[in-house]
């Protein structure tokens, strides 16, 4: 079946801009993350859905960055007045489930290249 | 807070030769461990995960508790696995909406020479 898939692929802006960057998980998978992978930063972790429950912001840099998951599908990763060193590979994973002491595997989109000018 | 570190940016070695990409964590908990694979313009998927205790394309990884350690090892590389490679952990048990997010490494670029 079809996997992880994010949107647009590359994007470029210009510094003090908003960007949207869209995650379309894998039909049925109840979690969502995204996760940032910076030059010489490695993946940091951004913010986690799990169905209903309120979401897991722990990992979001700054108030500029929010995000959203509607009808537990689709989520969307938005980065309000772009800086440059926001610039990064941003990235969408999805599993099935979570909790109950059991880990379900992660699988990952192919990421969102954002580079800010 | 977890922590994991991968000490070596950049590992090189001949075909043949045997690999040991290391990994250290730090987590006052019981930690489930990870490796992530990135090939050359492919995403980024799961290798192998320390509870399942097996061998993926060769390649091994045993938690020591003792010393924190999750290094991958595989006797013999080939140029194939010339890839991007990611130590990532796990706090467990998770528990609702607490500990699912995985902790990564910044990552060793495995360069295997013909």
């Known amino acids: 079946g079809a996997g992880v898939s994010q949107s647009p692929s590359n994007k470029v802006t210009e510094k003090g801009k908003d960007v949207e960057l869209r995650c379309d998980p894998i039909?049925?998978?109840?979690?969502l993350y995204w996760y940032r992978q910076s030059l010489g930063q490695g993946l940091e972790f951004l913010i986690y859905?799990?169905?209903?429950?309120?979401?897991?912001k722990s990992g979001l840099p700054s108030d500029r960055f929010s995000a959203e998951r509607t009808g537990g599908s689709v989520s969307t990763l938005t980065i309000q007045r772009t800086q440059q060193e926001d610039s990064a590979v941003y990235l969408c994973?999805?599993?099935?489930?979570?909790?109950?002491?059991?880990?379900?595997?992660?699988?990952f989109g192919p990421g969102t290249r954002l580079t800010v000018t | 807070a977890q922590r994991v570190t991968q000490p070596e940016k950049l590992l090189s070695v001949f075909k043949g030769a045997p690999v040991e990409l290391k990994c250290n964590y730090s987590?006052?908990?019981?930690?489930?461990l990870f490796w992530y694979v990135q090939y050359s313009r492919q995403r980024l998927q799961l290798l192998l995960r320390?509870?399942s205790r097996e061998s993926i394309k060769g390649f091994t990884a045993d938690l020591n508790k003792g010393e924190t350690s999750f290094h991958l090892k595989k006797p013999f590389a080939q140029e194939e696995d010339s890839a991007m490679y990611y130590c990532?952990?796990?706090?467990?048990?998770?528990?609702?909406?607490?500990?699912?997010?995985?902790?990564f490494g910044g990552g060793t670029r495995l360069m295997v020479k013909p």
């Open positions: 994973a999805s599993s099935s489930r979570t909790g109950g002491g059991l880990s379900y595997e992660q699988y």
């Open positions: 039909s049925g998978h109840t979690a």
């Open positions: 859905f799990q169905g209903n429950s309120a979401p897991d």
């Open positions: 987590y006052s908990g019981s930690p489930e």
């Open positions: 320390h509870i």
């Open positions: 990532a952990l796990r706090r467990s048990p998770a528990t609702g909406n607490a500990g699912n997010m995985l902790t």
